[in-house]
């Protein structure tokens, strides 16, 4: 496996609060990458290191094996696609397609122009007077025309309705499938994108707390319902991420459950339910402030 | 996809059904990589590894160039493989739910054999 993006205890502080702190992990070459967290927790932070608009405060950060800081032939073959995007004074949807199209040596024309017509941007409205979703569109489609090696998404669909979510997932993955790249997508719709993913990174308080394989996170977790005795004998040693009791019911969200002491689970009357990816890391994100407040 | 566990099981499955009960029969040519992924709306790399996972089993084969078909003999070794774990899978659950209705066993066996005879 070659890595398109390594760090290597990656930190970056503003003032006195740590931002990133010590994060180290990698993505593999055309493989998609959830970059997934709360508000404030430094998933934003992290990519503009990654592209280089960021000096990290220590550790090391590198894009196709090289610092990305000031690498014009990285950042060449980088586009970083956010929802913060400024644009020139004056720019309209036509000229910021227009300059992509120069900077971007994989442009594709005829893929913007579809594109541009299946989320309706209006090319001659200035950008700043577009609505959020027009914007955001703005982004999307030069996220995917651009075919650039690395594609970097941070939230790219504010304002997005659900069914223009649905065309820039399919377009994206159409596209993605025919021309393989990597892509590194920050989002708070985890249910939404979960399928699309091959990659999770998942940062809290600026600290990595997963970073695996998605299909091995899936079924990784799983919610027992039933008689409070007998939950609480499974229960019993585990890594348990929730728990809740109604008078002699309970249920609780267990990590590590093999397929025979599932099976002796529903022998012994219990429900069990999966844990979609969205609430595992719901989970273990809630978990993590827990600790905190009782230290 | 529906349920939790890892999506590419899910896919080998998905597969294995469609040979089980007829619509895929053997020699014939399986969809694409790709028309798996936008079909199902998942990573290619995914579907990928749900397709190669029957390769390994030889439940499907590799034309070079052309694509992946169905192997001859897939759907005997398929059935025989589904009633290894019919028992621990079907069986044993539906008994463990009888006996705490109170169900007994001749009960039970008579159930079975009116649904049967439907």
Same mark, same amino acid.
């Given at each position: 496996?070659?890595? =398109?993006?390594?760090?290597?205890?990656?930190?970056?502080?503003?003032?006195?609060?740590?931002?990133?702190?010590?994060?180290?992990?990698?993505?593999?070459?055309?493989?998609?990458?959830?970059?997934?967290?709360?508000?404030?927790?430094?998933?934003?932070?992290?990519?503009?290191?990654?592209?280089?608009?960021?000096?990290?405060?220590?550790?090391?950060?590198?894009?196709?094996?090289?610092?990305?800081?000031?690498?014009?032939?990285?950042?060449?073959?980088?586009?970083?696609?956010?929802?913060?995007?400024?644009?020139?004074?004056?720019?309209?949807?036509?000229?910021?397609?227009?300059?992509?199209?120069? &900077?971007?040596?994989?442009?594709?024309?005829?893929?913007?122009?579809?594109?541009?017509?299946?989320?309706?941007?209006?090319?001659?409205?200035? &950008?700043?007077?577009?609505?959020?979703?027009? /914007?955001?569109? =703005?982004?999307?489609?030069?996220?995917?025309?651009?075919?650039?090696?690395?594609?970097?998404?941070?939230?790219?669909?504010?304002?997005?309705?659900?069914?223009?979510?649905?065309?820039?997932?399919?377009?994206?993955?159409?596209?993605?499938?025919?021309?393989? /790249?990597?892509?590194?997508?920050?989002?708070?719709?985890?249910?939404? =994108?979960?399928?699309?993913?091959?990659?999770?990174?998942?940062?809290?308080?600026?600290?990595?707390?997963?970073?695996?394989?998605?299909?091995?996170?899936?079924?990784?977790?799983?919610?027992?319902?039933?008689?409070?005795?007998?939950?609480?004998?499974?229960?019993?040693?585990?890594?348990?991420?929730?728990?809740?009791?109604?008078?002699?019911?309970?249920?609780?969200?267990? =990590?590590?459950?093999?397929?025979?002491?599932?099976?002796?689970?529903?022998?012994?009357?219990?429900?069990?339910?999966?844990?979609?990816?969205?609430?595992?890391?719901?989970?273990?994100?809630?978990?993590?402030?827990?600790?905190?407040?009782?230290? | 996809?529906?349920?939790? !566990?890892? #999506?590419?099981?899910?896919?080998?499955?998905?597969?294995?059904?469609?040979? #089980?009960?007829?619509?895929?029969?053997?020699?014939?040519?399986?969809?694409?990589?790709?028309?798996?992924?936008?079909?199902?709306?998942?990573?290619?790399?995914?579907?990928?590894?749900?397709?190669?996972?029957?390769?390994?089993?030889?439940?499907?084969?590799? $034309? $070079?160039? #052309?694509?992946?078909?169905?192997?001859?003999?897939?759907?005997?070794?398929?059935?025989?493989?589904? !009633?290894?774990?019919?028992?621990?899978?079907?069986?044993?659950?539906?008994?463990?739910?009888?006996?705490?209705?109170?169900?007994?066993?001749?009960?039970?066996?008579?159930? #079975? !054999?009116?649904?049967?005879?439907?």
């Amino acid at each position: 496996m070659t890595a =398109v993006i390594a760090t290597s205890g990656l930190t970056k502080r503003f003032g006195r609060t740590n931002a990133v702190s010590d994060a180290t992990f990698e993505v593999a070459e055309h493989s998609i990458c959830g970059l997934l967290g709360r508000n404030g927790a430094g998933k934003s932070t992290l990519m503009n290191l990654i592209s280089g608009q960021e000096f990290a405060s220590s550790g090391e950060v590198a894009v196709f094996g090289e610092n990305p800081v000031e690498n014009a032939p990285v950042l060449a073959r980088t586009c970083f696609i956010k929802e913060s995007q400024a644009y020139p004074e004056g720019f309209k949807g036509k000229h910021a397609l227009r300059a992509a199209s120069w &900077i971007f040596p994989h442009w594709d024309h005829e893929l913007a122009a579809e594109l541009v017509d299946e989320f309706s941007v209006p090319m001659d409205r200035l &950008i700043k007077k577009m609505s959020r979703g027009q /914007r955001s569109a =703005v982004g999307v489609v030069i996220g995917i025309a651009a075919r650039a090696d690395l594609t970097i998404f941070d939230e790219p669909y504010a304002g997005l309705d659900a069914v223009a979510r649905q065309l820039f997932y399919d377009r994206l993955l159409q596209d993605y499938s025919q021309h393989p /790249r990597t892509i590194l997508m920050s989002t708070h719709l985890i249910d939404e =994108v979960a399928d699309l993913l091959d990659h999770v990174v998942v940062i809290d308080n600026g600290r990595l707390i997963m970073n695996e394989s998605a299909d091995e996170l899936r079924g990784t977790a799983t919610t027992l319902a039933g008689k409070h005795s007998e939950v609480q004998r499974f229960a019993e040693g585990r890594d348990v991420l929730a728990w809740d009791a109604l008078g002699g019911l309970a249920t609780v969200t267990i =990590v590590g459950l093999t397929d025979d002491e599932r099976r002796e689970a529903l022998e012994a009357g219990l429900e069990a339910s999966p844990v979609s990816l969205q609430q595992l890391i719901i989970g273990r994100t809630r978990g993590n402030q827990r600790e905190e407040n009782a230290s | 996809m529906d349920d939790d !566990r890892p #999506i590419f099981l899910q896919i080998a499955e998905q597969i294995e059904g469609q040979i #089980i009960d007829g619509s895929m029969p053997e020699e014939t040519q399986v969809p694409s990589i790709n028309a798996l992924a936008a079909f199902h709306r998942i990573n290619p790399a995914t579907a990928l590894k749900g397709v190669n996972r029957l390769v390994d089993t030889g439940v499907l084969y590799k $034309r $070079r160039g #052309i694509g992946m078909f169905v192997a001859e003999g897939a759907r005997a070794a398929l059935v025989a493989q589904r !009633r290894d774990s019919f028992r621990s899978e079907y069986v044993r659950p539906l008994v463990a739910e009888a006996n705490r209705l109170a169900i007994g066993g001749e009960a039970l066996v008579d159930m #079975i !054999r009116q649904e049967a005879a439907k």
